[in-house]
C-alpha cells in the first residue's frame, strides 16, 4: 500500500511520512499498519503478519507500486486535476488512482496480476453507481510487440469490456490502446485443412498512436451481456454515449 492514513484520518503517502508521527492505518480494516521506508524498496505500507484484510492478502509488485507513482506524479503536474489521491478508501473498492478532471470523477485501475471476471465485474458496477468513470489499464507488455500474443482472460475481459480495444499503459499519464485481432495459424501435418486456421490462444496485437489518458472520453455504456450499464473512460466508439 503507497498510502494509508494518519491520527487525524487524513491521506498521507508512504515516501511523505514519518515514523514519529505514526500510528497510520489502513482505511479498509483500520489496522495499525507497518511503515516500511528504504533505499532499495518503494516506500509502502504493510499490515502486520496474520491480518485478515484484503489487502494484505494482495500484495503489490514493485512494477505495480511503481506505475501508480508514477501516474500519480503525473496528474499533480497537471491543470485541472483536482481531488487526486492515491489507494482512495470507497468502501466497496479502493482504485490504484482517484481524481476529478471536467467536473467529472475517474478511476484508474492499473492491472498486471491475476483478475476473476466476477471481480472485474463487481467493481466496474460499483464504479457506474457511484458515478465514476473507470480506466482498467494494464501494464504494457513488451510481448505484444513481437506480432504475437497470447492476452490473459482478464485482458481479454477488459477488451470486450471496451468493446474492442485495451489501453495499456505505457508511461506516464500516456497510453496505447491495442485492438485484438486474429492470429492465423498456419497449415500443419495435424490438420486435415490446407487452410490457414484462427488461434484461439494467440491474438495479432493492432497498436494505435500513444495517447494522454487525459484525452480520453467519458463514456456511458449502455447494458450489454454480460455487463450492466456501467461507465467507462477511453474513446467513444460507436453506439456508445459520449458526455
Avoid at 503525473?74 to 466497496?92: D, I, T
Avoid at 492470429?183 to 500443419?188: E, M, Q, T
Wanted: charged share 25%; hydrophobic share 35%.
Amino acid at each position: 500500500m503507497l498510502s494509508a492514513y494518519d491520527s487525524n484520518n487524513g491521506a498521507v503517502l508512504a515516501r511523505e511520512a514519518h515514523r514519529d508521527d505514526g500510528p497510520y492505518h489502513c482505511p479498509q480494516c483500520e489496522e495499525e499498519l507497518i511503515l516500511k521506508q528504504g533505499r532499495v524498496t518503494i516506500a509502502h505500507f504493510a499490515h502486520f503478519p496474520r491480518s485478515d484484510c484484503t489487502y494484505a492478502s494482495e500484495p503489490e509488485s514493485a512494477e505495480h507500486l511503481s506505475a501508480k507513482l508514477e501516474i500519480y506524479e503525473a496528474l499533480k503536474a497537471q491543470p485541472g486535476v483536482s481531488k487526486l489521491e492515491v489507494e482512495r478508501s470507497l468502501k466497496e473498492v479502493r482504485p490504484d488512482i482517484s481524481f476529478c478532471f471536467e467536473n467529472r470523477s475517474i478511476a484508474i485501475e492499473v492491472q498486471i496480476s491475476p483478475l476473476r471476471f466476477d471481480e472485474l465485474l463487481r467493481r466496474t458496477t460499483i464504479y457506474a453507481q457511484k458515478n465514476i468513470y473507470v480506466l482498467w489499464t494494464p501494464i504494457l507488455p513488451m510481448d505484444v510487440f513481437s506480432g504475437r500474443y497470447a492476452p490473459k482472460e482478464w485482458e481479454r475481459a477488459i477488451h470486450e469490456l471496451y468493446e474492442g480495444v485495451v489501453y495499456y499503459w505505457v508511461s506516464g499519464l500516456n497510453v496505447v490502446p491495442i485492438e485484438f485481432e486474429e492470429y492465423l495459424l498456419s497449415p500443419n501435418w495435424y490438420s486435415s485443412s490446407s487452410q490457414e486456421r484462427p488461434s484461439k490462444r494467440f491474438i495479432t496485437p493492432s497498436l494505435d498512436a500513444t495517447i494522454s489518458l487525459l484525452n480520453l472520453s467519458a463514456l456511458n455504456q449502455p447494458r450489454h451481456y454480460p455487463y450492466p450499464p456501467v461507465r467507462l473512460w477511453g474513446q467513444p466508439f460507436e453506439d456508445t454515449e459520449s458526455e
